[in-house]
């Protein structure tokens, strides 16, 4: 067996056992760009957030009827859309999700549809109605792609997820409304992992995971503002080793939990200053151990990154697992936690990097 070979090998084993563990520190705070207004790169109440494969960052600019795209570091890059209801238009945009092709849907609150674009804003097509039959919604909200391109679209006021093809092609459907398992009280995020798994929040202050044809796994959650309680879960976003970062919208702060819902760290509060949200509605976790969180209220995005660079699998310490998880993911990898100087590859910088955080976390 090669090298290479044998740390694939021996990264996956190091990665069944579990991506993070409770108790982990919070990610710090990298950047932060954004303020209310109509300009390039300000916002009013941004909803939706998403990441493409190059590390360009989309932001749905909810107030404004717009998606604003910049690099990782804040630069604006370009814009689309106004209000209305043509194709490209917008009327109050939400969710927002990128396909393997690179190609962004957005779902609208207003005009009851999803609509298709290419990364830089150009119109493909569209799908939705008001109603109830398949296919068509009521206030439509958070909208996930998974990776085979299949898009699923939280339909808030029908209590339900809807799946499509990437063309808009109705697949099935699932959930009604109640407080049951696999019932739905105004589900709001939506986030798919890599194994396809689904995690859908809703207003009754849980998380419920699904496969990915809505066959119901488990739940996790309760009103309150404690460890894994929630007031008002809103944004949804898994990263590459499956763990699931909450936007906890009403108590202003982020969680995050393993795929199996057990809580691993929390951080925020209420306020305007650097370390506070008010009213967080999206998350998304951008590869490298990276965050991007929409600040609604505050209008600006907020990016954070791990407080030990180079822990990998999230242990709080910087040592050959995390060693063995980078060597298993070299090479052109943009979304991927080992990517640790968020280039898109995984080479020989991210060693030197590793290496010079070797041992415990600070």
């Known amino acids: 067996m090669s090298v290479r070979a044998l740390a694939f090998w021996l990264a996956g084993a ?12 919070p990610p710090v705070l990298i950047l932060q760009w954004g303020s209310f207004g109509i300009g390039e790169g300000e916002f009013s109440g941004p909803h939706g957030i998403e990441v493409d494969a190059a590390g360009d960052v989309y932001v749905v600019d909810t107030g404004n009827h717009r998606v604003q795209k910049f690099t990782n570091e804040g630069v604006f890059l370009t814009t689309w859309g106004s209000f209305g209801a043509g194709p490209g238009d917008f009327n109050h945009p939400h969710g ?10 957005v779902a609208e609150t207003g005009n009851n549809r999803v609509q298709k674009f290419t990364s830089d804003g150009v119109f493909i097509t569209t799908w939705g109605s008001f109603g109830a039959g398949d296919g068509q919604f009521m206030h439509t909200h958070g909208l996930a792609v998974d990776d085979s391109g299949f898009v699923f679209v939280v339909d808030r006021d029908q209590d339900r997820v809807q799946k499509f ?5 109705f697949v099935t459907a699932w959930g009604s409304a109640g407080a ?38 488990g739940s996790w959650g309760s009103s309150g503002a404690g460890d894994g309680q929630f007031n008002f879960p809103r944004g949804l976003s898994t990263d590459e080793l499956g763990n699931l970062y909450v936007a906890d919208r009403n108590n202003h702060r982020m969680q995050k939990f393993t795929n199996e819902g057990v809580f691993l760290t929390t951080w925020g509060s209420f306020g305007p200053g650097d370390d506070h949200f008010n009213f967080p509605y999206a ?30 699998d999230g242990d709080q310490m910087v040592g050959i697992n995390d060693l ?18 968020g280039d898109g590859d ?15 976390c600070p």
């Open 346 to 360: 995984v080479g020989i910088n991210d060693f030197l990097d590793l290496l010079a955080n070797w041992g415990a």
């Open 324 to 341: 063995l998880l980078l060597l298993a993911a070299w090479g052109p990898n943009p979304d991927h936690r080992a990517d640790l100087d």
């Open 180 to 217: 049951g398992p696999g019932e739905f009280t105004s589900p709001n995020g939506i986030a798919v992992d890599a194994q396809g798994n689904v995690f859908v929040a809703d207003t009754s202050d849980r998380i419920q995971k699904f496969t990915n044809d809505g066959a119901f796994l």
């Open 14 to 25: 190091v990665a069944g056992v579990g991506g993070s563990v409770a108790g982990e520190e």
């Open 96 to 105: 927002v999700g990128i396909g393997p092709d690179g190609n962004v849907y």
């Open 283 to 312: 998350v998304r976790a951008g590869g490298g151990a990276v965050v991007y969180v929409a600040d609604s209220s505050n209008h600006r995005v907020k990016k954070f990154g791990s407080p030990c660079p180079g822990d990998i």
């Open 165 to 169: 093809t990437c063309d808009g092609t």
